[in-house]
């Protein structure tokens, strides 16, 4: 019998949180596959795959490859696939077990159903270490609750709420349907792994459960603040992916292009806000050559993004308009909590 849903859970020196993610997955049963992909580990993280494997042979599955990044294990782990629905889990995350019921729940009935679902929606958690109160990213005021949707059925998103790889689970044929192929060595791919497969999207479920919970905390974790300036190159990269492949032209719904277009405005501000936080000549004409390539490849989408708050604020001249987008962004971080 075919798996409901396939888990790819990317990992890289995961030893010491990799058993708390794998853990939380396990009570999903024999109806999920977990796919453990080892990228090249140089500490116990293999040995610990390859004993999930051993002890559930039926849920859990080792992949060991060479190192090449979050994007790479996540193509691994979708080539390998064998769910009706695709999902990945970070090693230094976990998921809520009432949360997971239901959403396998869901998925079980579309399938028995025939019904086509595209993308299962849900909640998610910001699990900040040392914060008592914890921040989730919900979408009740804009997504309809508990009922299959188009995108005619979407209200308005909110700057700050926006779909994250934590918040979907996406049917595995209309992944490869897409051709999704992330970039090898490259951190942020997730928003790449949402972003392109969008236009092929028709019908949804939004469940307004907190299934996902996502740790923020380490030092060394690709979101934080310093590690994302050091790494500037590969969230450009990443973000020049996205407006790659964003041709609204070709977009048939309305709300989905309008959407994207609203996600790579957030994309484009966080690529300028960490080029001018760097404080280097060389990041400043990255930045630029960055909304000169949106100016040329998607005009529509250029004069949206860069005349709207966000586009203004991210472009102010001089120091003393870097000044002023630097001190909106901490009054923005301080609110939501993020970084």
Same mark, same amino acid.
Request: proline share 2%; glycine share 6%; hydrophobic share 40%.
């Given at each position: ?43 116990? %993280? ?8 051993? +002890? @559930? $042979? ?10 090449? #990044?979050?994007?790479?294990?996540? /193509? ?6 064998? #769910? ?11 998921? *809520? ?25 849900? *909640?998610?958690?910001?699990?900040? !270490? ?35 790889? &934590? ?8 992944? +490869? ?8 060595? %490259?951190?942020?791919?997730? /928003? ?6 969008? $236009? ?20 060394? !974790?690709?979101? &934080? ?14 973000? /020049? ?5 964003? /041709? ?34 060389? *990041? ?14 998607? $005009? ?10 966000? #586009?203004?604020?991210?472009?102010? $001249? ?10 909106? @962004? ?6 939501? #909590?993020?970084?």
């Amino acid at each position: 019998m075919r798996k409901l849903l396939s888990v790819t859970v990317p990992c890289y020196n995961s030893q010491s949180y990799m058993k708390k993610c794998i853990d939380s997955l396990l009570v999903g049963g024999e109806r999920i596959e977990i796919i453990i992909v080892d990228d090249g580990s140089t500490d116990d %993280t293999a040995a610990i795959a390859d004993d999930y494997a051993a +002890r @559930y $042979p039926e849920i859990c599955r080792a992949i060991h490859q060479e190192n090449g #990044g979050h994007g790479g294990a996540v /193509n691994t782990g979708l080539r390998n696939a064998t #769910g009706v629905f695709f999902k990945v889990v970070d090693s230094d995350d976990r998921v *809520n077990k009432e949360a997971f019921f239901k959403l396998l729940e869901i998925m079980s009935k579309s399938v028995l159903e025939g019904n086509r679902l595209d993308m299962l929606i849900s *909640n998610y958690v910001y699990d900040k !270490q040392g914060v008592k109160h914890k921040k989730v990213m919900r979408y009740a005021t804009v997504l309809p609750t508990d009922t299959y949707f188009t995108w005619d059925d979407i209200g308005h998103f909110r700057q700050t709420q926006y779909i994250l790889m &934590h918040s979907v689970i996406y049917r595995t044929e209309l992944l +490869r349907e897409s051709k999704l192929e992330l970039p090898r060595h %490259t951190f942020y791919v997730d /928003n790449l792994f949402v972003f392109e497969p969008l $236009p092929n999207v028709k019908v949804m479920y939004y469940a307004d459960v907190n299934f996902y919970w996502y740790f923020i905390g380490r030092d060394d !974790q690709s979101v &934080h603040e310093d590690v994302m300036i050091r790494r500037i190159d590969q969230q450009l990269r990443v973000n /020049n992916m996205m407006i790659d492949c964003f /041709n609204s032209e070709s977009i048939e719904e309305r709300k989905c292009r309008i959407y994207m277009k609203n996600y790579l405005m957030i994309i484009m501000t966080v690529s300028s806000i960490m080029c001018i936080l760097s404080d280097s000549e060389e *990041n400043l004409v990255k930045k630029r050559e960055l909304w000169d390539s949106l100016k040329e490849k998607e $005009p529509w989408a250029y004069r949206k993004i860069r005349f709207s708050i966000l #586009g203004v604020w991210m472009n102010f $001249p001089g120091k003393v308009g870097r000044k002023i987008s630097v001190c909106g @962004y901490r009054v923005t971080q301080k609110i939501f #909590g993020f970084n």
